[in-house]
């Protein structure tokens, strides 16, 4: 059984599931931002392997679907929750992330952490410590 296998036969997962108007775009959009793999796809769902560990992202697609307002406003779409990942470079990972398809939130709260929009509107947070 090769080690690919061994990880997907676990029992022990557990991970975020983000909506989204276009299941492809997102799940490209964090895989080339991770550099993980996609683990399954179709039109309606996607699944992120982050290659190591029990928790992995994924992408379900929801018609409805309404883009979150950052920072949020009384009576707007709040969002439900934001993803963090930490890097080495922060200005580096902004600009790669941008050319990958995020907007740079226009209310930056911190000087170590950069708020970003991700193609469907999701704020996330890149971080160095």
């Not at 090769?2 to 997907?8: A, Q, V």
């Not at 909506?19 to 769902?45: C, E, M």
């Not at 699944?47 to 009384?74: F, K």
């Amino acid at each position: 059984m090769s080690l690919e296998t061994d990880r997907w036969s676990r029992h022990n997962f557990w991970g975020v599931v983000i909506d989204a108007p276009d299941v492809a775009v997102l799940a490209r959009f964090y895989a080339q931002l991770r550099g993980w793999s996609i683990h399954r796809q179709d039109a309606d769902w996607a699944a992120l392997d982050a290659g190591e560990g029990v928790g992995y992202i994924a992408i379900q697609r929801n018609p409805d679907y309404v883009r979150p307002t950052w920072p949020s406003r009384p009576g707007a779409q709040q969002m439900m929750l934001h993803l963090d990942f930490e890097v080495t470079d922060l200005d580096a990972e902004v600009d790669r992330a941008v050319r990958l398809g995020a907007t740079v939130a226009d209310v930056q709260p911190q000087d170590d952490v950069r708020v970003l929009l991700d193609p469907a509107g999701h704020p996330f947070c890149l971080y160095t410590s």
